[in-house]
């Protein structure tokens, strides 16, 4: 008896779709939409994820007033702070140090032991914020170094700032019975340079003390005097302030109509020297200079004009000179007022200007100003605590106001990330990254344009290197290739796309670099003579009578061509340092003949670095890990042409070839197009390569034989180091943030060009 069908298969109902399927079709309907729309929300899920992590990068300081404290009706010559700012501290004429307690708003007079009977009188005082020490001078040619001697301890769980100030015993400087008028000193711990103004006669006397901290096993040992100098005629006109910086070893005088004087102390002590003399506001009707004071790290002057002009001046050696001198390296928008100070930091590059009721806080790396407020009181002088959190101002009615600083990221900034920085040191404004250096004045470097070069210049590199070979590679292998070779073929590509980076990466660097290094004449002979070896021997074969050729199947060439191509690499490569001695030859310093070195040969004659591991190492490995990735994509592209094509092309009397070249690749170019577009997201991405076999320098030339560094590179390398929330820390995410809109940017144009392709080569 016959099966009885179902009824849905039996009379009107046997072509329509059962129920389970079509329940199973709504499902994963349901499912693949689901999984797209978790795709797109986990992509914009990452996206706002790093947003906010580089948003700070880009916010404004936050500058909020805390309190005030209204203190004794007097003339305070300076202002300092403690490392927490929670202890400012003012030295009162009659020699005493007065301090206002932030926590509990208590004012308190701190007598100074001179070891003097009667006080001794001052008429002038500074403050060096890195030692903390206090220089006073005297009415009578001498100088006091005061030291507040910081303590901290904690009391019902709260931190107690005390002081205990010490004065050390009296030095002479200048001409004995006259005032010093302005006095400034620097200490480098081997040696002090003390530099006094006083009067004399009409005009005004420079003096310079030099003392000496000689050192031994047990520690530092006595300071000694060693020389004093008179540099009043080094001088001409009226001198006003002196900078002195803590390397004691020069100085900066500063005269009533506007110049700058910059002096040198020469070697064995023998004196000093003006280097350079310069007018920072000369261009102004007034040049007189209203306040000046040195950046963290006294490499750079900060200058402010009678009209409220400020700019900053830095040391830096100029195009072509032996001698670093001042220059200007920035501009500040004018703050409105005759500016009465300038307050530096010691913790970054950031300074605080005020004058009139104007008060502003800058930074001058980034050439931005951060903070910017009239003010209901007029400041007088102002002081940032050590760690730029806190800063006290004192304003014309003896108030102390204080106010709590959130700055975290002030060098950062689109001029910092995007724009050409003047970093101190340098002659020009320029692209650098150098997150870190060895000292605490060191000024962080945070431009991504070096990074973005290196990524580009990496990806250049390997697809020049990759892309000739791979879509060769899968034109051959798919059309002329018999079907026998192209199953092993394939699939070995296909295990070379597996193999790991890092792999790749440490072949790079401990194989390939040093290999190259010596032979790249060899590689050049190589690299130009196979390919000509190569269309030579496949024409002689194609016009090689048929009774030869039948011997070898059609498909099967390379069975001659391969033993053709590796005997002649191997010759080519040989020939190597006969090429290198005729085309590549430098003289021997040592025995003053020619010999043949390109690695001498390529600085000399192009004037770029060649170091080992570079460019051309990268682009040949990196291109190594792309070829297959190319290769696999393309070759599925190009035998997924319809077959009737080439039959019928062939049957009109083209040649393989012309198929190949007019028919199948045209056909196929939307999906070479992506395979290409697959290949260049694969080498801007890769990391592991570049970080083991370019010595991952950030440098921006085209130089083959320099290294690189790239986006990927920098995150894997500097995040774990980077301090959590750091400046440091919010750029790598916005370096991130950078290689994710480049390859968006590079997908969505291929996608669209992809299309139009596939569009205009439709072959149904």
């Known amino acids: 008896m016959p099966e009885k069908l179902p009824e849905h298969a039996t009379g009107k109902n046997r072509f329509q779709t059962a129920p389970a399927t079509l329940f199973m ?24 994820f790093i947003f906010f992590q580089i948003w700070p990068l880009f916010a404004p300081a936050s500058v909020t007033a805390a309190k005030s404290i209204q203190l004794p009706d007097n003339h305070y010559s300076i202002i300092g702070i403690d490392e927490w700012g929670s202890l400012p501290f003012l030295m009162e004429p009659d020699g005493k140090l007065l301090t206002a307690d932030f926590e509990t708003g208590k004012i308190q007079e701190i007598p100074i032991d001179f070891a003097e009977t009667p006080q001794p009188r001052f008429t002038a005082a500074t403050l060096n914020k890195r030692e903390q020490e206090i220089m006073l001078g005297t009415n009578d040619g001498r100088f006091f170094l005061v030291s507040p001697n910081f303590s901290s301890s904690e009391s019902d769980g709260r931190q107690l700032i005390t002081i205990n100030p010490r004065a050390a015993s009296p030095e002479s400087i200048g001409i004995p019975t006259q005032p010093i008028l302005s006095i400034a000193y620097g200490d480098s711990g081997t040696q002090k340079l003390v530099v006094a103004i006083q009067p004399d006669g009409e005009g005004r006397r420079i003096s310079a003390s030099l003392y000496k901290r000689k050192r031994s096993l047990l520690g530092a040992g006595k300071t000694s005097l060693e020389a004093t100098f008179d540099l009043t005629s080094l001088i001409s006109g009226t001198p006003t302030r002196i900078l002195v910086p803590g390397t004691a ?6 005269t009533s109509d506007g110049r700058v004087h910059f002096l040198v102390l020469g070697g064995d002590n023998n004196g000093f020297s003006v280097i350079q003399t310069f007018a920072p506001f000369d261009h102004l009707e007034n040049p007189s200079i209203a306040a000046a004071t040195f950046l963290f790290g006294d490499v ?8 409220g002009e400020n700019c900053i001046f830095s040391l830096y050696y100029p195009e072509g000179g032996d001698k670093r001198l001042y220059g200007l390296t920035h501009e500040f928008a004018e703050l409105g007022a005759t500016p009465h100070f300038i307050a530096s930091t010691l913790r970054n590059k950031a300074f605080l200007i005020g004058g009139g009721n104007k008060l502003s806080l800058r930074y001058s790396t980034t050439d931005s100003i951060r903070w910017q407020q009239s003010l209901p009181f007029n400041p007088v002088n102002a002081v940032i ?17 204080f106010f709590e600083i959130h700055d975290p990221h002030a060098d950062s900034g689109w001029n910092a990330l995007f724009g050409k920085v003047w970093y101190e040191g340098v002659s020009s404004p320029k692209w650098e990254w150098q997150s870190t250096g060895g000292s605490d004045d060191f000024e962080p470097k945070y431009s991504l344009i070096p990074l973005i070069f290196g990524t580009f210049k990496g990806t250049l590199y390997a697809m020049i290197f990759a892309v000739p070979i791979a879509l060769l590679a899968a034109l ?30 440490f072949l790079a660097a401990i194989y390939i670099a040093p290999l190259i290094e010596n032979e790249v004449p060899s590689l050049l002979l190589v690299a130009a003579g196979l390919p000509v070896i190569a269309a030579s021997t496949g024409f002689v074969w194609s016009h090689l009578p048929i009774q030869f050729r039948k011997f070898i199947p059609a498909g099967r060439e390379w069975i001659v061509f391969l033993p053709i191509l590796f005997a002649s690499g191997y010759v080519l490569w040989g020939l190597g340092p006969a ?4 085309a590549f030859s430098v003289t021997d310093p040592t025995s003053r003949e020619r010999i043949g070195d390109f690695p001498a040969w390529w600085p000399a004659a192009t004037g770029t670095t060649y170091d080992q591991r570079n460019s051309l190492v990268v682009g040949f490995m990196m291109g190594f890990a792309v070829i297959p990735i190319i290769f696999t994509i393309t070759e599925d592209a190009l035998s997924n042409v319809p077959k009737s094509l080439r039959i019928g092309s062939m049957a ?30 694969r080498a801007v991405g890769e990391t592991m390569i570049v970080v083991m076999a370019t010595g991952n320098t950030p440098i921006m030339e085209w130089n083959i034989f320099s290294g690189m560094r790239t986006l990927s590179a920098n995150i894997a390398v500097e995040l774990p180091e980077a301090p959590h929330h750091s400046t440091l820390y919010r750029t790598l995410f916005l370096g991130a943030m950078v290689l994710f809109l480049l390859t968006f940017a590079v997908n969505t144009v291929a996608e669209v060009l992809r299309q139009r392709l596939r569009e205009k080569f439709k072959t149904v």
């Open 476 to 505: 051959y292998t798919s059309q002329f290739l018999d079907p026998g070779s192209r199953s092993m073929i394939k699939p070995v590509m296909e295990i070379m796309a597996s193999l790991p980076s890092v792999v790749l990466g």
């Open 300 to 307: 750079s002057i900060i200058f402010g004009s009678e009209s």
């Open 25 to 48: 079709d709504r499902f994963m309907t349901l499912v693949i939409k689901a999984g797209g729309a978790l795709v797109i929300t986990s992509v914009l899920g990452i996206f706002f």
């Open 652 to 681: 009109c009397g083209a040649s393989r070839w012309q198929t190949a070249l007019r028919i199948v690749l045209p056909t196929a170019s939307a999906g070479i197009f992506s395979a290409l577009m697959i290949g260049l997201g």
């Open 579 to 582: 090429f290198e001695a005729i």
């Open 385 to 401: 605590s050590g760690k730029y959190q806190r800063m006290a101002i004192l304003d014309s009615s003896n108030k102390l106001h």
């Open 249 to 254: 070893d020069s100085l900066i005088v500063t």
